[in-house]
């Protein structure tokens, strides 16, 4: 008998938890990302304070998904925010253009967001070895999101909160956070609290298994603010490494929009440079956390050998 009351009791803590861990993907950071911050911002963004800037990511795994939230604002003039996952070996550094066709219609050509036309050629940091690729644009208040595979053949996902199990969600209130880029001023300070208390943008949640993650080998984030068809990219990189985390920064200082170059210029519709070492964050991919769980179900399964 006491045994039974002490095993309804685990399963009811156990429940408990699950419900207290249900996090909404509604662009807003709730308690369960409290002790996962990642990355903060160092650069005032180049596209515009409170339009399009990333102020830091929070993110963790809970042995079945990936959540992720991202503070700050996607303009809703069709503005894209990319993100790269390494979650496996292999993958490209530089993407090759063999790729899945992602977002055709917004990047306004045949060959998708990763093609010849728009990313081919853009390279990661040094042992970043992309495997998935994400991507959203705002415009207005509707928001449009893609799903693509590194390597893969044929087209990308349009996404819709019902397909593969990622869903999405974004706020766009955000008021803090990073200004407007004015020059090359020193780099913002590592781990500046306000940038880090940014608490509505975009949210991602993401099957592990979608991207074949592994237990005990991290996740590496890159995510960056691109322009509408995927081909002039801003300053607003997450991470940054100790030097900004931009091409070519290397005194310290902050540094204006990449462009299509690496330097600021547009270049005819193609983003082709290589992002600075370090400009990426990890997520450790840990195990489910069942030893509550685990723990009720035995007793109860202990309890009831014990009755019968
Ligand atoms: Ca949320
Ligand atoms: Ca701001
Ligand atoms: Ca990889």
Not at 230 to 259: C, K, T
């Amino acid at each position: 008998m006491r045994l039974n009351r002490l095993a309804l009791v685990a399963v009811a803590s156990a429940a408990t938890l699950t419900l207290a861990q249900a996090e909404g993907i509604d662009g807003i950071r709730g308690g369960t990302y409290d002790s996962s911050l990642r990355a903060t911002q160092r650069t005032a963004t180049g596209f515009g304070d409170n339009f399009s800037e990333l102020n830091n990511a929070y993110a963790y795994t809970d042995g079945n998904v990936l959540n992720l939230f991202v503070g700050g604002n996607l303009e809703g003039n069709g503005n894209t925010f990319e993100m790269f996952i390494d979650s496996k070996t292999g993958g490209q550094r530089t993407l090759t253009g063999d790729n899945q066709i992602v977002d055709p219609d917004g990047a306004g050509d045949a060959g998708g967001a990763l093609g010849g036309n728009r990313m081919q050629g853009l390279t990661f940091s040094t042992g970043f070895e992309a495997d998935f690729y994400f991507t959203m644009r705002r415009n207005g208040n509707t928001l449009s999101a893609f799903w693509g595979v590194i390597g893969g053949a044929g087209n990308g996902v349009v996404l819709d909160n019902s397909v593969l199990g990622i869903k999405y969600g974004y706020d766009n209130s955000n008021t803090g956070g990073v200004g407007g880029f004015a020059g090359n001023t020193p780099l913002l300070p590592p781990n500046d609290p306000a940038i880090a208390a940014v608490g509505t943008g975009l949210e991602i949640q993401i099957p592990l298994a979608e991207i074949q993650a592994s237990i005990g080998r991290d996740l590496m984030i890159t995510a960056f603010v691109n322009g509408g068809r995927h081909d002039y990219a801003s300053n607003q990189f997450l991470a940054n490494n100790p030097q900004g985390g931009l091409p070519g920064d290397i005194n310290g200082n902050q540094r204006g929009n990449l462009g299509g170059d690496g330097n600021g210029n547009f270049t005819g519709g193609r983003v082709n440079f290589t992002i600075d070492d370090g400009t990426y964050f990890n997520v450790d991919v840990v195990p489910e956390p069942a030893t509550m769980i685990a723990l009720g179900t035995g007793l109860l399964a202990l309890a009831r050998r014990r009755k019968a």
